[in-house]
């Protein structure tokens, strides 16, 4: 759309904000009847009984929140909320269409034999590690939750600091309309909250670096987290994780526009796909052969750039020049548009 080429990357052409549709050779006489149908007969009755089971599921988790608290000893209240939390997200999206979903650990490296393959081999996300994936989507979060029950945070733009967030506030941040500014008050080192974590045993700590929703087309451009010495945790392992949403009607990937009306055109369709794609923990860089920790003569990694390779060849997406703040003034000027168009008729 013409009124929004201002949020056009200029290098890749892709805009990354509105939310996609499919191509024109999927739209065919057949499959426009079928649609027809879903969103209109079918989907609707069954989207409505899909989110009165969500709803069940959320009252579930309340109530399994509250008998958490009772619990006395602090490893049995946290293995609780990780082993009733991981389940009912799973069930909620299985309640959403994502029946089967489709997971591999992936070796970029294909028989090349060199550092990553002399270096400790790392496992499965322990508390405070650092899982760094992109972001496209609430569906994101349950997954994530349902997979690894980790501490979510939100970035500081300026400061590229955080602070810890629940699943519920993490659920919501995608249909804020501006990305996070935090109080100087609330912002904290991401190694103060990793070692938090490992210390407390809350899991490991999920970093979205585009600190914003994309459509899943391509990628924005990540905050410099590593940047900031204070955020270099050496005991962190990281974790890539890309995630995907291939769809052939509608997309699971929400950026912008009301969360609940996408939400429903969800819920309205038989299955929803989702691809994740994980790094092999040998091959992920490591915060020890940054700068700040490598042995002397050693030639340091710029994290941050290392990172962000490693996600593009991952997740197989280009990665555009805009940013959350060019999300924060596409979303302003989206809403502004939506209300004058109201006022219109």
């Known amino acids: 759309m013409e009124k929004y080429s201002k949020w056009r990357d200029s290098g890749t052409g892709i805009q990354p904000f509105l939310q996609p549709v499919p191509a024109r050779a999927q739209q065919g006489l057949v499959a426009g009847a079928l649609q027809a149908v879903k969103n209109y007969a079918a989907g609707p009755v069954v989207a409505l009984a899909r989110l009165a089971v969500l709803g069940v599921l959320a009252a579930v988790d309340g109530a399994a929140a509250a008998v958490g608290a009772l619990l006395v000893v602090p490893g049995v209240r946290r293995g609780w909320a990780r082993c009733t939390r991981s389940v009912l997200a799973r069930l909620a999206l299985l309640v959403l269409g994502f029946y089967a979903i489709d997971t591999k650990t992936v070796g970029l490296q294909r028989g090349r034999r060199g550092a990553a393959d002399k270096a400790p081999r790392a496992g499965a996300p322990e ?5 760094i994936a992109n972001h496209a989507s609430y569906i994101d979060v349950l997954y994530l939750v349902a997979k690894y029950n980790p501490v979510f945070v939100e970035m500081d733009n300026a400061s590229v600091r955080a602070r810890p967030v629940s699943m ?9 309309r501006t990305p996070a500014l935090l109080p100087a008050k609330d912002a904290r080192p991401l190694k103060a909250i990793t070692e938090e974590a490992r210390r407390r045993k809350l899991g490991p700590v999920v970093v979205f670096p585009e600190n914003a929703t994309s459509n899943g087309r391509a990628l924005l451009r990540f905050l410099p987290v590593f940047d900031e010495t204070e955020n270099q945790d050496e005991k962190s392992a990281l974790h ?3 995630l995907k ?3 052939q009607a509608f997309s699971p990937a929400y950026s912008v526009g009301s969360q609940l009306a996408h939400l429903f055109r969800l819920a309205c369709q038989v ?3 989702l691809v994740v794609r994980v790094l092999e923990p040998a091959e992920a860089p490591r915060i020890a052969d940054s700068a700040l920790h490598c042995d002397a003569g050693a030639e340091p990694v710029d994290l941050d750039e290392a990172v962000r390779d490693k996600m593009l060849q991952l997740a197989r997406l280009r990665m555009t020049k805009l940013s959350a703040m060019d999300k924060r003034d596409f979303v302003g000027f989206y809403y502004e548009r939506a209300r004058g168009y109201r006022r219109s008729i």
Not at 127 to 131: N, Q
Request: aromatic fraction near 18%.
């Open 127 to 131: 508390s405070g590690d650092i899982i």
């Open 168 to 176: 519920w506030s993490a659920l919501r941040a995608p249909a804020r």
């Open 271 to 273: 299955y929803n796909s």
């Open 240 to 242: 890539i994780v890309a």
């Open 245 to 247: 949403y291939p769809f």
